[in-house]
């Protein structure tokens, strides 16, 4: 196998047979002629089923996750969906880590449950509990994220899919703060890994997406489930019947952004290890979350399990009104959701991203900022956050 900064550039994408361009043309087609009834001549048959532009895409994506299988879809929310009713039925139950987006957490607290299957959310950080509720709850999945939204908690990948599997359950583990160019959850234990594409992914703060990954092999029966195939099938079924399908235009959009995922996330990583150290030495910064410091509680277990910390960086400055004053004090940082992107952002979870968990056990703190780093210049990025924090500390007094 190549390495991944050349699969990024070459899987799923050939020259063009017909015109030898570089870049294949984008099949905008929804429907293709058949020469015989029921005889695709190219195995596709109708856009929702199959497009060649979605098919690059996602043999681009499986490659870079080291999975056998990748699906794309129209956001992460509906990858996450649609990977969870492949995977549960009614009765099962689901085990989460409880700092997720907010939209996850929704999913996990209001429409799992709706459909009779019950949820439980816990601090993963905490092997023990894990392990206890796994034991207790014997859920049919495991789901992690990590390094977590907004919290930046990292979890021991390999343990959870070893507790997992102890009980028959799947381990799912949403890779979009990491990407593949800095976590493998596959190859440390996961049977799926989801993203939202519209991260660091398509990078460029221009699509939405999102894209689930299956290990190779992965058989729905375990554990006294009598279900038989491949769970990539399945959801792969569940995505046909609902439609949750990608646009050509926006497959190419990540496409083309995984060629250049890598260089991105490591130069904006780079940068975000920078200005977590620059805030960790302001007065008024009472704590930086960034998984790259020595002093970050998970920093050995992502020094183990990633190749990177990432290019997202929390912090907590003692009061929700200085929080949000410096997010709206920013001149280069766009007050904006989203991550991942080019542009740098900042962001107040607890009401822009995170209001679902508001008065749960997951509520985000009160005086936390989020910063996504972008490709600007570092030293220009630390000027304009540490001038937002001292205007705001000015404005605030
Ligand atoms: C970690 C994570 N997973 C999933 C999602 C949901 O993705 P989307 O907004 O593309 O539906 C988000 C969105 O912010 C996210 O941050």
Known sequence: MSAFATRAVHVGQLPDPLTGAVVPPITLASTYVMDEVGVPRAGYDYSRSGNPTRSGYEAAL????????????????SAEDTVLRALTRAGDRVVYSQDVYGGTFRLFNVLLPTEGKPTIGLDATDTDSLRAAIRDARPRVVWLETPSNPLLDIIDIATAAELAHQVGAFLVVDNTFATPAQQLPLKLGADVVVH??????????????GAAVFVPGLELGRDG????????????????????????????????????????????????????????????????RYPGLP???????????????????????GDPGLAKAICESTELFALAV?????????EY?????????????????????????????????????????????????
């Open 349 to 397: 979870p607890a009401a822009m991203t995170h209001p679902q968990k508001a008065d749960s056990d997951a509520a985000i703190p009160a005086d936390l900022v989020r910063v996504s780093i972008g490709l600007e210049d570092t030293g220009d990025l630390i000027a304009d956050l540490t001038g937002a924090i001292e205007r705001a500390v000015a404005s605030h007094a």
């Open 62 to 77: 499986a490659s870079l996750e080291e999975g056998e299988r990748a699906l794309a879809f129209p956001s992460g929310l």
């Open 295 to 317: 002093g970050h509680p998970g920093h050995q277990l992502a020094a183990r399990q990633m190749t990177g910390f990432g290019q997202v960086v929390s912090f907590q400055v």
């Open 196 to 209: 939202s594409t519209t991260k660091a992914i398509g990078g460029h703060a221009d699509l939405v997406g």
């Open 338 to 346: 989203s991550l991942g992107a080019v542009e740098s952002l900042i």
């Open 225 to 288: 489930v009598s279900e038989t195939g491949l769970v990539a099938d399945e959801a792969y079924w569940w995505q046909n019947a609902t439609g949750a399908v990608p646009g050509p235009f926006d497959c190419w959009l990540g496409h083309r952004g995984l060629k250049t995922l890598q260089t991105r996330v490591r130069a904006a990583s780079a940068s975000a290890q920078q200005i977590a150290a620059a805030l960790a030495l302001i007065p008024q910064v009472r704590r930086v």
